[in-house]
């Protein structure tokens, strides 16, 4: 099984996609690949985010990598969790998640995994969103806002973690039931 986990910029993916990975699911983070391309580069995840806007291979080269992993777990008989804001669009999925929360709790929660002031969370949460819809409006003509992309969409300003992993896990199992 294939679970794609997407949403906006501190609403919760990587905690959440860790939660089901702890359950027999495989965790693939096209944001980890991201983020270790930037270290690799000596940039800021906002610094290579402008990249990628110049060089459209970087993203391709992003969802090529987490889809040779995903088909590396399939092949072993792992089911995988695929979070990345992309990951519904690139690799066919049992069933694609969105996650949103409120710009203020999501600044929040980026100041504390960032370390940074809630004002330059805010700023970096708006300037990478923005430029990620305008890179994948070009690249792949797709509207990552768009909610119909999804099967399942949660605000995850109203539901703590136990809460989402309940309401996930109902609608993994009733998928199941339903095949």
Same mark, same amino acid.
């Given at each position: 099984?294939?679970?794609?986990?997407?949403?906006?910029?501190?609403?919760? #993916?990587?905690?959440?996609?860790?939660?089901?990975?702890?359950?027999?699911?495989?965790?693939?983070?096209?944001?980890?690949?991201?983020?270790?391309?930037?270290?690799?580069?000596?940039?800021?995840?906002?610094?290579?985010?402008?990249?990628?806007? #110049?060089?459209?291979?970087?993203?391709?080269?992003?969802?090529?990598?987490q889809?040779?992993?995903?088909?590396?777990?399939?092949? #072993?008989?792992? $089911?995988?969790?695929?979070?990345?804001?992309?990951?519904?669009?690139?690799?066919?999925?049992?069933?694609?998640?969105?996650?949103?929360?409120?710009?203020?709790?999501?600044?929040?929660?980026?100041?504390?995994?960032?370390?940074?002031?809630?004002?330059?969370?805010?700023?970096?949460?708006?300037?990478?969103?923005?430029s990620?819809? #305008?890179?994948?409006?070009?690249?792949?003509?797709?509207?990552i806002?768009?909610?119909?992309?999804?099967?399942?969409?949660?605000?995850?300003?109203?539901?703590?973690?136990?809460?989402?992993?309940?309401?996930?896990?109902?609608?993994?199992?009733?998928?199941? $039931?339903?095949?």
């Open positions: 099984m294939i679970i794609t986990l997407s949403g906006t910029i501190g609403s919760g #993916k990587t905690t959440i996609a860790d939660e089901i990975s702890d359950t027999n699911f495989v965790h693939i983070s096209a944001g980890g690949i991201m983020r270790r391309m930037a270290k690799e580069r000596n940039l800021s995840l906002l610094d290579f985010s402008a990249c990628a806007e #110049k060089n459209f291979e970087i993203d391709r080269e992003i969802d090529n990598l889809m040779s992993l995903v088909e590396k777990e399939i092949k #072993k008989g792992n $089911n995988c969790v695929v979070e990345g804001r992309i990951s519904w669009f690139v690799m066919k999925s049992d069933i694609k998640i969105f996650l949103d929360a409120n710009i203020n709790v999501r600044a929040k929660r980026v100041v504390q995994r960032e370390k940074c002031s809630y004002e330059d969370a805010l700023k970096s949460i708006k300037n990478r969103e923005l990620e819809y #305008k890179r994948f409006k070009e690249i792949y003509n797709i509207d806002n768009d909610l119909r992309n999804y099967d399942l969409c949660i605000n995850t300003s109203k539901w703590g973690i136990e809460s989402m992993e309940k309401i996930i896990f109902t609608a993994i199992e009733n998928l199941i $039931n339903e095949i």
